[in-house]
């Protein structure tokens, strides 16, 4: 929350050994040691996120602006089997929890942040309130982004338009001693992206995720309890062709949809006082769509392309990780997935 990044893609960036592509001047994809796109995957409190766009302008790291972010760490390399399936050049884990710590007195604070960018002519800042009583914790954010083109080393004018609001809710509530019942909420609205790389820019973007997650903890005991966690994410992203040098010949435009829904159950046990089992099973879906049109203002002739053909996937897996601590400097985990994937193309010829 230094000011300084509109979202979570550009902040990761900061870490050694990550780096990112950009799409636009804010839209970075992660790369970590080589790797990007899907192979490292952008996590919401278990859930996988996914963009829409078929040409990648919306990674799911954008979604995420520094104010709805409570937590957020790097994974690189093959993580933990119990963290789910894929993200094989690492992971960028991100909980949006606000939790304060159990019989915390009542409290009420906030913060405002605004930060003008001269470079681009614009601000970028939001606002934020949190708090709670004994048993019940609450966080909200409202946070909003409109910056303009920025010059060049030697002049030129690059397109780097963007105008986005957004804001998160929180909420945890402590029903019993050891056990917590959560609820997250994000949205971010994209209201225009200049994309100079690409063929197109984008015209309108809404993003949403939703989680919900109940666990229970038994301090001292060998079952130390369990936890479910599901989430769904869904994004609605158009774009076109205004105002790129393609569109005295061609008028085209493009709505994708992308949904990812995920669930997973796990519990841990402490066979002794320095190993921890963990095992559990869990679920992921995603489906994305997007219809290309393509106008050619010669001809007067309007071409659809199918570009997601209403593709879908889902996996049911189950896995099992023994971790084991023989000194601070000496650590063993072994663990193992298995997996059942099934994918489909509906609207494939």
């Known amino acids: 929350r ?121 601000v970028l800042g939001g606002v934020a309130a949190f708090g709670g009583r004994e048993n019940f914790d609450f966080f909200g954010s409202f946070a909003g982004t409109a910056l303009d083109n920025y010059k060049s080393a030697d002049g030129i004018e690059v397109p780097a338009g963007q105008k986005e609001f957004g804001g998160s809710i929180s909420l945890g509530y402590r029903p019993l001693p050891g056990h917590r019942l959560r609820f997250g909420f994000i949205d971010l609205e994209d209201r225009g992206t200049d994309y100079p790389s690409l063929p197109m820019n984008s015209e309108n973007t809404s993003s949403r995720v939703f989680n919900i997650g109940y666990r229970i903890g038994r301090t001292g005991k060998s079952f130390e309890g369990f936890r479910f966690r599901a989430g769904y994410g869904t994004v609605d992203h158009k774009m076109n062709n205004e105002g790129k040098s393609t569109r005295k010949k061609i008028e085209a435009e493009t709505e994708a949809e992308s949904d990812t829904f995920s669930t997973s159950l796990e519990g841990k046990w402490r066979p002794s006082s320095a190993a921890v089992l963990t095992a559990g099973a869990d679920f992921f879906y995603q489906n994305r769509d997007a219809l290309r049109s393509r106008h050619i203002i010669a001809s007067n002739r309007t071409f659809l392309d199918h570009i997601w053909p209403d593709a879908l996937q889902w996996d049911v897996g189950t896995f099992a990780e023994l971790d084991i601590e023989f000194s601070e400097a000496y650590r063993l985990r072994v663990g193992g997935r298995f997996d059942f994937v099934s994918s489909d193309a509906r609207a494939a010829d």
């Open 2 to 122: 230094s000011g300084r990044f509109s979202n979570l893609g550009e902040a990761v960036t900061e870490i050694p050994g990550v780096s990112g592509v950009k799409r636009s001047h804010s839209a970075v994809e992660p790369v970590v040691r080589g790797l990007g796109w899907e192979r490292v995957q952008t996590q919401v409190d278990g859930l996988p996120l996914y963009g829409a766009c078929p040409g990648r302008m919306d990674p799911p790291a954008i979604i995420l602006q520094p104010e709805t972010v409570q937590e957020a760490y790097v994974v690189k390399g093959v993580p933990s089997v119990t963290l789910g399936p894929a993200g094989t050049g690492g992971r960028v884990m991100v909980s949006t929890d606000y939790e304060r710590s159990a019989g915390s007195p009542p409290e009420f604070g906030g913060w405002l942040r605004s930060t003008y960018d001269g470079a681009r002519d614009g």
